[in-house]
């Protein structure tokens, strides 16, 4: 069982350089709450079910920027119940230290929170930035194992959520070794002045403000252009950023954003039946059992076919996608469709791109015929 389904709520954009954080009276410190959240990693419900039990749960203490980091956490495991559950605990353990031996004892059988104490590996996680400098790497090793006690006799390493002060100290101090040199190096007596621009997320805005101002750097609130919710034309193509499916060139289904996910039909990588490993290819109808999978209909045409809980058409997998892990293709490798035009579906579109490249390549040959002359 993974959940993959996209959060209904608002998605962490970057907002301001300076934010309040969660008041005194958050509802972050009931165990309740953040059980109901551990539910839709731990059983078959689904996420809109438990948005709404979680809702009527908190009733008028429910604040959705109290709870970002907790929803992000839900699907950081890019399919892993088991690494997203315990990102989540981790965070739990953090705003309530005294429930950590009691949830441990309740799912000690997961297999992604229990670590071996000379082995640490921090968990994948899409929406944090893993890269750091070698003379921190000694120092996150300890900050990154924490022991919790479990029983008399018990101790199990579990991983900690990286937080903010991991990376981006060492970020803030190049930039400003950067701008030393460069008034060190420079003939003029005046330097222009220049404006960084941080695009992060609300748990390290408060610290990267802190950390600037203590370095002697002005920081001005305001705010900045959201472009997460920018509009994608219909139709168009977007090539995955990262996760599973980096680098596969996929069709937007639909351009409208739910929330920061887009609706795309892209290349299945995994497969209901026996395949060899690493295949990507169209989903084969013929393949499944008989009477196994549903008709899509629309305007009395069948446009598709459903299989267990997955949507094809044409063979491509329909599939949710994030904003920030996609970038608009605008004419793509011949290649990288040549799998969409054997679907079937939208040829026109397929085929456009196609003259558009070749038309491309021709510029391009004619261009280096001129130089040459």
């Known amino acids: 069982m993974s959940k993959r389904a996209a959060p209904h709520d608002d998605q962490p954009s970057a907002k301001r350089a300076r934010l309040q954080g969660a008041s ?33 749960y908190l009733g008028d203490c429910h604040c959705l920027n109290d709870w970002t980091e907790a929803r992000l956490a839900l699907f950081s495991g890019d399919g892993n119940d088991a690494l997203a559950l315990s990102n989540l605990l981790e965070l739990k353990w953090k705003l309530i230290p005294d429930s950590a031996s009691s949830t441990i004892a309740s799912t000690s059988t997961s297999a992604a929170v229990v670590m071996h104490p000379h082995r640490s590996r921090q968990p994948k996680n899409l929406f944090i930035d893993n890269e750091a400098d ?23 390493m579990v991983m900690q959520l990286p937080a903010p002060n991991h990376k981006f ?134 446009v598709g076919w459903s299989y267990k809980v997955e949507k094809y058409y044409g063979g491509l997998l329909k599939k949710n996608v994030h904003r920030y892990i996609i970038e608009q293709v605008y004419i793509p490798y ?13 040829l026109s579109f397929v085929k456009k791109a196609k003259i558009a490249y070749s038309m491309q390549m021709l510029d391009q040959d004619g261009l280096s015929s001129l130089e040459a002359l």
């Open 24 to 56: 005194p009276a958050s509802a972050l410190t009931d165990p309740g709450a953040w059980l109901i959240l551990e539910q839709f990693l731990t059983t078959l419900i689904t996420y809109s079910d438990t948005e709404v039990a979680f809702a009527a």
């Open 169 to 302: 100290s060492a970020a803030v101090n190049r930039l400003q070794d950067k701008y030393t040199d460069d008034m060190s190096r420079s003939s003029e007596t005046y330097i222009q002045n220049t404006t960084y621009m941080f695009h992060v997320y609300r748990t390290v805005t408060q610290f990267v403000a802190d950390h600037l101002e203590k370095q002697g750097f002005s920081v001005r609130e305001s705010e900045s252009v959201d472009c997460t919710n920018l509009k994608l034309p219909d139709p168009c193509r977007v090539q995955i950023k990262s996760g599973k499916y980096k680098g596969d060139v996929a069709y937007v289904f639909d351009p409208d954003q739910t929330n920061n996910f887009v609706m795309v039909l892209i290349l299945p990588r995994d497969f209901l039946y026996p395949m060899p490993k690493g295949s990507v290819m169209l989903f084969d109808r013929s393949r499944t059992p008989a009477n196994s999978s549903t008709d899509i209909i629309h305007c009395g045409i069948v």
């Open 134 to 156: 070698e003379d921190e790497q000694e120092q996150e090793q300890d900050n990154l194992e924490l022991e919790i006690l479990a029983g008399p006799s018990r101790h199990v």
């Open 334 to 346: 011949p290649d990288d469709i040549r799998l969409h035009l054997q679907s079937g579906f939208n």
